[in-house]
């Protein structure tokens, strides 16, 4: 049975603060053998988006990067409302997790020490972030 875990991402989650329109939910659904994991990032009223990262950190510290959503993009994309998919395996995993499992960074956020975070040209170090969480 697939493991759910989500983020909801606002400027206000940024450290430091990011006074922002946009916001973003994030999806990332395991599979049953660990194997992969699915991942939707809706992001929502945002200018230019350049890249967007899973990072370990807790809330309101700043961390390395764990795995890559999307970018860099140079130019950056602008939506109303649009979704990145894709499918992750422990191959896609850097920094403090390379050459480790997706099962570890499951474990990054069981414990509260993961978010995602998306950059944009006016904000390079991040627009919109949120902690990912187990799904209720």
């Known amino acids: 049975m697939p493991t759910i875990y989500k983020a909801f991402l ?3 989650n940024e450290v430091p603060p990011v006074q922002t329109a ?3 939910d994030a999806i990332f659904e395991l599979n049953s053998s ?3 994991l699915r991942f ?4 929502r009223n945002i200018s230019r988006a350049t890249q967007g990262y899973i990072h370990v950190g807790l809330t309101g510290r700043g961390g390395p990067v764990a795995i890559f959503l999307f970018g860099p993009n140079k ?3 602008s939506v109303r409302r649009g979704v990145i998919r894709g499918t992750l395996t ?3 995993l850097v920094g403090p997790l390379q050459g ?3 099962r570890d960074l499951i474990t990054e956020f069981e414990d ?3 978010y995602v975070n998306v950059h944009t040209a006016r904000n390079p170090e991040g627009e919109v972030r949120g902690q990912v969480k187990p799904s209720s």
Do not use: P
Not at 40 to 43: G, Q, Y
């Open 112 to 114: 509260g020490n993961a």
């Open 40 to 43: 939707a990032l809706i992001i």
């Open 100 to 102: 480790k499992t997706l």
């Open 75 to 77: 130019f950056g994309i």
């Open 22 to 24: 946009a916001t973003g």
């Open 10 to 12: 606002n400027g206000r």
């Open 34 to 36: 660990g194997t992969q």
């Open 90 to 92: 422990n191959q896609d």
